[in-house]
């Protein structure tokens, strides 16, 4: 069973649009989020990463965490085409030295 | 930015045969991973490394070995390719200090015949 569950497998959402995708943690131990960002036949990238309860924007990139939960959300308001790839949530425990568990990631579409 | 290179970048094996794929980084990173990818399973860890010398198993290390004997350089060793192993594999380094990003190589994809 997937540790990280992110919701939906895929998203289409109109150019200019926003964007919404989720992510949970089944594991109590973990502690700190990250988003990370892929382009088709291209590496993962770092989007942003959250480790304390609340909000955090960067530009038109916005993500909660509820730690409670173990819930982290990542909003894209104002999509463009470039924003088009598959995003993937990761967790870990404090302490486990930044041992990633990813999830099976979000399919984003944005269509002009 | 911080640079990690993988060779081979595409590789064919045939099933029993043993590959190697290489990975290097100019970050002065301490800590690599290497991970594979597959649709439906995301990404997942196979082995890990804290520095020159230190190899730890990952989520899946079943039928893999690692090595790494620098701090630049973290292999990943198939002593006996199955093509259950046909993947696109990806290297990746991280420095632990201050919420670590993880740097990703280019990734190697490995088809197992």
């Known amino acids: 069973q997937q540790k990280v569950q992110q919701s939906p497998e895929s998203l289409i959402v109109p150019e200019g649009g926003m964007a919404s995708l989720n992510c949970t943690s089944s594991d109590r131990n973990v502690d700190y989020f990250w988003w990370y960002r892929q382009h088709s036949g291209k590496s993962p990238k770092m989007l942003m990463s959250i480790f304390s309860n609340g909000e955090k924007e960067e530009g038109r990139f916005t993500v909660h965490l509820n730690k409670a939960s173990l819930h982290t959300s990542l909003h894209i308001r104002d999509s463009q085409p470039s924003d088009s790839a598959l995003y993937l949530c990761a967790a870990s425990p404090s302490n486990m030295g930044y041992k990633l568990t990813f999830g099976t990631g979000t399919s984003l579409l944005v269509d002009p | 930015e911080a640079a990690v290179t993988q060779s081979p970048r595409n590789k064919v094996a045939v099933t029993g045969g043993k590959v190697t794929l290489s990975c290097n980084q100019t970050?002065?990173?301490?800590?690599m991973y290497w991970y594979r990818q597959d649709t439906g399973h995301g990404l997942r860890l196979i082995h890990y490394?804290?520095?020159?010398?230190?190899?730890e198993k990952g989520d899946i290390p079943d039928g893999y070995k690692a090595s790494r004997p620098s701090q630049e350089n973290f292999s990943l060793i198939l002593e006996l390719a199955t093509p259950s192993q046909t993947s696109v594999y990806f290297c990746?380094?991280?420095?632990?200090?201050?919420?670590?990003?993880?740097?990703f190589g280019p990734g190697t994809r490995l088809t197992v015949l």
């Open positions: 990746a380094s991280g420095d632990p200090t201050g919420g670590e990003e993880q740097y």
């Open positions: 490394s804290y520095g020159a010398g230190s190899t």
């Open positions: 970050n002065n990173h301490n800590n």
